[in-house]
Nanobody, 122 residues
Framework: QVQLVESGGGLVQPGGSLRLSCAAS????????WGWYRQAPGKQREFVVA???????DYADSVKGRFTLSSDTAKNTVYLQMNSLKPEDTAVYYC????????????????WGQGTQVTVSS
């Protein structure tokens, strides 16, 4: 059973920073892609960032230059460094991962974390 567990959310003032973490555990062969989505109250879940095959991560225009995705493959953990936070960044942030479970097949599966609340307010 694969689980994604997020941490690092909280309350921060406008202009502040937070770093979210997402750790994957369970029977994992390899993680093909990582990323984050977010959902603000009364709005649909929206894309924030995701790794891209063979290149730099793709970022939503609203977070480019402020958010940075990084990962520690040895720990099966991905991080989202969020700087210059704005009130409109307030949302529940969800980690997702596309995971290949076994070496005998290239099939991969999508998993989601439970979400972590980020609130930007003075």
């Amino acid at each position: 059973q694969v689980q994604l567990v997020e941490s690092g959310g909280g309350l921060v003032q406008p202009g502040g920073s937070l770093r979210l973490s997402c750790a994957a555990s369970g029977s994992i062969f390899t993680i093909n892609h990582w990323g984050w989505y977010r959902q603000a109250p009364g709005k649909q879940r929206e894309f924030v960032v995701a790794t891209a095959s063979g290149g730099s991560p793709d970022y939503a225009d609203s977070v480019k230059g402020r958010f940075t995705l990084s990962s520690d493959t040895a720990k099966n953990t991905v991080y989202l460094q969020m700087n210059s936070l704005k009130p409109e960044d307030t949302a529940v942030y969800y980690c997702f991962a596309e995971i290949r479970l076994v070496a005998s097949t290239t099939r991969s599966y999508a998993y989601w974390g439970q979400g972590t609340q980020v609130t930007v307010s003075s």
